[in-house]
């Protein structure tokens, strides 16, 4: 129901709640509380201590306004009650001056401070209050929305109870039976809860409910789209050795026990006569590429093309040398697609491949367009999945005939968050690092030690090594005080001769990238000053320094894949992280840098620390936005809903039961949102 027509809400309002992305009744349930405020029992003046938000009865003795500078407004009123005294302050409010006449009650919510003897309560909410307890909000616990400029709390309590009180009961999408299993309550019960709380329990009932939902409609969604997957005709892969066993047996190195594991659960997926759909997970230099190589061989022997796709044109490039080099001593032709090529060169590389002349596609995006043709496409590898959407994924799967697909993640992702993120994929973990790597040294130092650290890169370049200097910004900027690339290229030029230093950026052409990625490749360049743009995939072997400057600007699972650019070789390479920082949370986090090279334990803890969302910076395309669900404080409830879910798909997997026509038609949607963004 569309809420223009609901009292109270004008056109002025109606288009305020629509900026908040509120247009209809069902919008405003599904706008949950961001907090509660405890007015089951009131606090009397006396009783408050320093830093507790509470609410109280109180009369307003005298007001003052203050305008210490220009922008800021304080009002500030005397409150008395029967035992003691106080000042209550509201911030820039200043028209609330003529509700505050001397005499006047008001119940006040808000955060006391004790000072010096003094009473002050920083207010966050008021009702108007008498003797006789008329205000309507009193004895309960009162839900605290998130709201725009021009939107009052009492509005948006107003509008959910009337559509509480107005409208039908909403559909039930659970049998009794596994509300019974599970211990929840009703749908309706629990959005009644979660707006109108009785108590704490109820409302930690409902919240577990609504939460419980969040991810049950999440795992149904991939478990749907695993069977539907499985139910249809993919590509037998069988393994002849003709072009895999070769290429093993020409490796200069022998391949690890975790690789020969990752490749064998490879090997018997491909073999099958439905779509593999894979998720190969591996620390930083574990070797996936190996991994991945070998699975292209295998579609190659088998008459089929293979398709790798990585994230920027540099990693994709990189991946296309490193294949060619294998591959082209077998008699097979790998071809590099990209948008920055020229049209003719782009117009032959096309007609190759749907000739079937090229054996595997290497590229960026340019992989997925519509004019890229293939012949007959057996296997999609789709490297830094997070970086991509469902969309890409299926786009790219589309060019075939229901090809295999390997997905490969070198940002190493807690058991928690692949659940949510790969519910539909088997997982393969690379777990052991070739022999002869020595783990990375990280140092964390402060910024006025940069001489130092100036030491430290000039004696790693005289020894023929090469450094990284990764910096948060591009340029100089006004609004925040840290390290910018240009400025930091131009002082290391002149800390640094003879050595050249380069400097690499998003911002730079494609070709230009490429001439500098070249160059320092082939040792012309000593140190790299750039931005995040080499934190994934870039190798060379003789770069023994990563420096990261205002490294608390970046989260564990970031700086991690940085220091993965370093010690590819076999010398001791160092991870230094420059900081100005006495923030005791960030400090946290490097210090337990310099404690692990673990990069799984360093992905549970930055889960822990700040989230999902802010772990792989943006909320990704195709993944659901969480309104209530919490990682990893939900992670059980996320294994229960999961198990519901996969057990209701192996039982009805296409939900035609009648009692799951509500279920259907929801996962319907959920469907098209995660394929469609």
């Given amino acids: 129901m569309d809420l223009q027509f609901i009292k109270g809400i004008g056109p002025k309002k109606k288009k305020l709640l629509e900026q908040m992305g509120l247009y209809s009744t069902e919008d405003m349930l599904r706008h949950y509380p961001r907090r509660y405020e405890d007015r089951t029992r009131r606090f009397a003046l006396s009783e408050l201590e320093d830093g507790q938000v509470a609410t109280l009865a109180v009369w307003v003795v005298n007001v003052t306004e203050q305008r210490p500078r220009s922008g800021l407004h304080i009002l500030k009123a005397g409150i008395r009650d029967g035992s003691g005294v106080g000042v209550a302050t509201w911030f820039n409010q200043p028209y609330l001056k003529v509700k505050l006449a001397a005499g006047t009650g008001w119940l006040l919510t808000g955060k006391a401070r004790r000072q010096f003897g003094r009473l002050e309560i920083a207010v966050q909410d008021m009702e108007p209050f008498s003797e006789e307890g008329q205000e309507e909000d009193a004895g309960r616990i009162l839900a605290v929305y998130p709201a725009a400029a021009g939107l009052q709390q009492k509005l948006f309590r107003q509008v959910v109870a009337w559509v509480l009180d107005n409208l039908p009961p909403l559909e039930e999408y659970h049998p009794p039976m596994v509300l019974e299993k599970y211990g929840l309550p009703a749908r309706m019960e629990a959005v009644e809860e979660v707006h109108r709380p009785r108590s704490w329990e109820a409302l930690d009932k409902a919240r577990e409910r609504l939460v419980f939902d969040e991810f049950f409609f999440l795992q149904l969604s991939l478990a749907v789209m695993r069977k539907r997957d499985f139910r249809e005709a993919g590509i037998s892969h069988v393994h002849q050795g003709t072009l895999t066993d070769s290429w093993v047996g020409s490796l200069p190195f022998e391949l690890t026990g975790a690789q020969k594991r990752v490749i064998g659960e490879i090997r018997a997926d491909m073999a099958e006569p439905y779509a593999m759909a894979r998720l190969v997970q591996g620390d930083v230099g574990s070797g996936k590429t190996a991994a991945a190589a070998w699975a292209l061989l295998l579609a190659v022997e088998?008459?089929?093309?293979?398709?790798?796709?990585?994230?920027?044109?540099?990693?994709?490039?990189?991946?296309?040398?490193?294949?060619?080099?294998?591959?082209?001593?077998?008699?097979?032709?790998?071809?590099?697609?990209?948008?920055?090529?020229?049209?003719?060169?782009?117009?032959?590389?096309?007609?190759?491949?749907?000739?079937?002349?090229?054996?595997?596609?290497?590229?960026?995006?340019?992989?997925?367009?519509?004019?890229?043709?293939?012949?007959?496409?057996?296997?999609?590898?789709?490297?830094?999945?997070?970086?991509?959407?469902?969309?890409?994924?299926?786009?790219?799967?589309?060019?075939?005939?229901?090809?295999?697909?390997?997905?490969?993640?070198?940002?190493?992702?807690?058991?928690?968050?692949?659940?949510?993120?790969?519910?539909?994929?088997?997982?393969?973990?690379?777990?052991?690092?070739?022999?002869?790597?020595?783990?990375?040294?990280?140092?964390?130092?402060?910024?006025?030690?940069?001489?130092?650290?100036?030491?430290?890169?000039?004696?790693?370049?005289?020894?023929?090594?090469?450094?990284?200097?990764?910096?948060?910004?591009?340029?100089?900027?006004?609004?925040?005080?840290?390290?910018?690339?240009?400025?930091?290229?131009?002082?290391?030029?002149?800390?640094?001769?003879?050595?050249?230093?380069?400097?690499?950026?998003?911002?730079?052409?494609?070709?230009?990238?490429?001439?500098?990625?070249?160059?320092?490749?082939?040792?012309?360049?000593?140190?790299?000053?750039?931005?995040?743009?080499?934190?994934?995939?870039?190798?060379?072997?003789?770069?023994?320094?990563?420096?990261?400057?205002?490294?608390?600007?970046?989260?564990?699972?970031?700086?991690?894949?940085?220091?993965?650019?370093?010690?590819?070789?076999?010398?001791?390479?160092?991870?230094?992280?420059?900081?100005?920082?006495?923030?005791?949370?960030?400090?946290?986090?490097?210090?337990?840098?310099?404690?692990?090279?673990?990069?799984?334990?360093?992905?549970?803890?930055?889960?822990?620390?700040?989230?999902?969302?802010?772990?792989?910076?943006?909320?990704?395309?195709?993944?659901?936005?969480?309104?209530?669900?919490?990682?990893?404080?939900?992670?059980?409830?996320?294994?229960?809903?999961?198990?519901?879910?996969?057990?209701?798909?192996?039982?009805?997997?296409?939900?035609?039961?009648?009692?799951?026509?509500g279920l259907k038609r929801v996962i319907g949607e959920k469907m098209a949102e995660m394929v469609n963004g």
């Fill in 302 to 661: 088998n008459g089929r093309q293979g398709a790798m796709m990585a994230p920027t044109e540099i990693l994709a490039r990189q991946h296309a040398e490193t294949l060619a080099g294998w591959f082209e001593p077998l008699g097979l032709k790998v071809g590099f697609f990209s948008g920055g090529l020229g049209q003719k060169e782009s117009r032959l590389l096309r007609e190759a491949l749907a000739a079937g002349e090229i054996h595997v596609a290497v590229g960026t995006h340019a992989l997925i367009q519509e004019k890229m043709v293939y012949r007959d496409l057996g296997l999609v590898i789709i490297d830094e999945q997070h970086r991509f959407g469902v969309r890409q994924r299926a786009l790219l799967q589309e060019k075939g005939r229901h090809p295999d697909m390997l997905i490969m993640s070198a940002t190493p992702i807690p058991r928690t968050l692949a659940l949510t993120l790969y519910g539909d994929l088997d997982v393969s973990i690379l777990d052991e690092m070739p022999p002869g790597r020595q783990p990375v040294e990280t140092i964390c130092i402060l910024e006025k030690a940069r001489e130092k650290l100036d030491f430290l890169l000039r004696r790693e370049l005289d020894r023929g090594n090469q450094a990284f200097v990764v910096c948060p910004l591009i340029e100089e900027s006004e609004v925040m005080d840290l390290q910018n690339a240009e400025e930091v290229c131009r002082r290391l030029e002149g800390k640094l001769k003879p050595y050249r230093v380069g400097l690499l950026h998003g911002r730079m052409p494609g070709d230009e990238k490429e001439k500098v990625m070249e160059a320092f490749s082939r040792g012309e360049i000593g140190a790299l000053v750039s931005t995040t743009v080499v934190e994934v995939g870039v190798n060379v072997p003789s770069a023994t320094v990563m420096v990261v400057e205002n490294s608390e600007r970046f989260g564990l699972a970031q700086l991690h894949q940085l220091r993965g650019r370093v010690g590819r070789g076999d010398v001791q390479a160092y991870c230094i992280l420059v900081t100005n920082t006495n923030e005791p949370y960030a400090l946290q986090r490097l210090k337990l840098m310099t404690e692990t090279n673990d990069g799984f334990r360093l992905a549970e803890e930055d889960l822990l620390l700040r989230g999902p969302g802010e772990m792989f910076g943006a909320r990704q395309h195709g993944l659901p936005e969480f309104r209530l669900a919490e990682l990893p404080k939900d992670l059980k409830l996320m294994e229960r809903a999961r198990e519901a879910a996969f057990r209701l798909a192996e039982e009805d997997p296409e939900l035609e039961k009648p009692e799951h026509s």
